[in-house]
């Protein structure tokens, strides 16, 4: 196992009703600013339900709505105008990952004096935290399960044709809301779309290579076999709780650092991923059900091993030469991702070859010339994990 901080210090309230639990989480004389998105949390209600809560002590609430999918730059400075002109001192989203994310960037932009007037500096770090010695304290009401990042301190921005990460040790949510009953109004896409999300995040901390972490693999293991058990469930039966409760309960352990620590992670999928999203528009999940299997199928020697484990432990599949095993796994996975609606090609988004230089031109520009668990993933070997998802 490789050596590892684990620091995550995110309170989590799950189940029904926890939204009672609201004016306990929130300090008493606080100046909120509820951030939401396009309106579905107006329309199921959940956003009513908040202000009520809040109403329950003297604070003063403020609301920003209008945050979209892959939340954008110019949208989020004008929370944060909001927030610097109302003296905001916490910070409630309530949505899906693209709120979430979007009030960490406010979270920090509002108050990083030494960034005033060139915000967009905040996202230009790559892989290292932002710059920055405090946040607006955030908490969060999930209304869809996928990201994880109800419970993680990490944030993708899209400015202008490019999907940037923040992330700071200062922006883990103080408390996150998680009652799979609030997202029984998703579309069943946007299910399907947690699902596979959720299972990426999983692959992209298991499927590397071994180093003896025994509880990271079985707790892998875990988190995928119930997304595989429960996965179709939830979306053609939104209503079943056990079902949801499962997803929403995964999809935060899948990237909260715990499956994470001590093991090679990869992120190859979602680097290539988020340039798909920045040029064409594909939803974040779905990008990686096209770019997972083929990149199993081009690096199925660098990934052997936990390949093999993979078919075994997940899929049963104990039968056949290696090669074999590997592709019936891949096959399998690919079969997982269509039962819940989801395409697995290139060609299904209408991305042809000219888009896979668009996507290289995309990674070059952001730096992401050596990615993967061995830093080995160049230019070319990403052309051709995309030329395989064609
Ligand atoms: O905007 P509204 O009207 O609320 O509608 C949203 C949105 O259209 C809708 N929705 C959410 N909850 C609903 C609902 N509709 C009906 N009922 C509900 N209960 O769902 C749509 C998609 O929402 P979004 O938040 O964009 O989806 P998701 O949670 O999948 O988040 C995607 C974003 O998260 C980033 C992605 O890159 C993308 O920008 N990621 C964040 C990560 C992190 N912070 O750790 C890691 C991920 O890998 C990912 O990159
Ligand atoms: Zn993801």
Redesign the pocket.
Known sequence: MLNFNFYNPTNILFGKGQMSELDNLVPKDAKVLIT??????I??G?LANVKTELAKSSREVFEFGG?????KFPTLMKAVEVARAEKVDFLLAV???????GT?FIAIATVADDFVGREEKLMTYGFAPVPVSSAIPIGTVV???????EM?C?????YGED?LPVFSPYTYPKFSILDPE??????AI?VA??VV?SF??TVEQYITYPVKAGFQDRTSEGILQTLVEVGKQTVDDPTDYDARANLVWCSTMA?NGLIGAGVPQDWSI?MI??EM?ALFGV???QT?AVLTPAMWRIRRKQKKEKLLQYAERVWNINAGSEDERIDAAIHKTEEFFHSLGIKTRLSDHAIDATGIERIIRGLEKHGMVALSERGDITLDVSRKVLQEAL
Do not use: R, W
């Not at 990490?154 to 899209?158: L, N, P």
């Not at 609030?182 to 579309?187: A, D, G, M, N, R």
């Open positions: 939401y998105g396009g309106g579905s949390v329309k199921n959940v945050i979209e999918p892959n939340p949505g899906g990952g693209s709120v979430m994310d960490k209304t869809l399960p996928a990201t994880g990042s993680n990490g944030g993708v921005v899209t999907k609030l997202t029984y109004t998703l579309p946007q779309n947690g999300d990426v995040h990237l979602h991923g988020h999203t939803d974040h999940a990686l």
